[in-house]
C-alpha cells in the first residue's frame, strides 16, 4: 500500500510507484526490510513474497538485493539463513502471461485476486460507478488463474491465493475444478 509520507502524490497510485517498484526505487527501505527477513529466518520458517510483480528483470533485481543483504550481514557477523524461498504475487496480467518464465526465477507464486481482477477488468473497485464490473467469476479471471496453475503444476511450483475470491465460498468449486 502507498504510504502517504513516503513517496510524492500521484494521480493514479494504484499504477503508480508502489509495491515492488518502490522496493526497487528506494533499496535503503527494501534493503532493512530483506535483512530483517533473512535474520528472522534464523527463528524459523520464513518466505519472501514479492508483490505486484510484472517482469522477470523484477524479480532478478529484488533476487541482486537479498544477495545483497544476506552478504552485509555476513560482513557484519549477524546470524542470517539464506535459504528463504522466494516468491511472487500475480496480481498484474503481465505476469500472467510471463507466469512460465517468471517460474523460473520464483519459488512459488500467490495470486493476488483482488488486483489481477481491478488491473485485468480495467475497473477501480473504490469507484462506485464502476464497482460492480468488479466480476471474480469472469471467464478471463478464471482463464488467468487456470493459466497460472497450469505452469505451477508444469513446474512444481507451490500456489497460493489471496484476495477476496480466497475466502469466497462459491469459488471453491471453480478452483478446485
Do not use: W
Not at 557477523?77 to 524461498?85: L, Q, S
Not at 487456470?146 to 489471496?162: F, P
Amino acid at each position: 500500500k502507498a504510504v502517504a509520507y513516503a513517496t510524492d502524490p500521484e494521480d493514479n497510485p494504484a499504477l503508480g510507484l508502489r509495491a515492488i517498484r518502490y522496493c526497487l526505487k528506494k533499496p535503503e527501505v527494501f534493503k532493512i526490510q530483506l535483512r530483517a527477513i533473512l535474520r528472522a529466518a534464523v527463528f524459523g520458517n520464513a518466505k519472501i513474497l514479492l508483490p505486484m510483480i510484472s517482469s522477470c528483470e523484477e524479480i532478478r533485481l529484488a533476487k541482486d538485493m537479498i544477495d545483497e543483504a544476506a552478504r552485509s550481514l555476513e560482513v557484519e557477523k549477524i546470524p542470517f539463513n539464506r535459504e528463504v524461498d522466494i516468491g511472487i504475487m500475480i496480481e498484474v496480467p503481465s505476469a500472467v502471461i510471463m507466469a512460465e518464465a517468471m517460474a523460473d526465477e520464483a519459488d512459488f507464486f500467490s495470486i493476488g485476486t483482488n488486483d489481477l481482477i481491478q488491473y485485468t477488468l480495467a475497473i477501480d473497485r473504490g469507484n462506485r460507478q464502476v464497482a460492480h464490473l468488479f466480476q471474480p467469476f469472469h471467464p478471463a479471471i478464471i482463464r488467468m488463474i487456470k493459466q497460472v496453475a497450469d505452469v505451477c503444476k508444469k513446474k512444481g511450483k507451490k500456489i497460493a491465493m489471496c484476495g477476496e475470491m480466497a475466502g469466497d465460498p462459491l469459488a471453491v468449486p471453480i478452483l478446485l475444478g
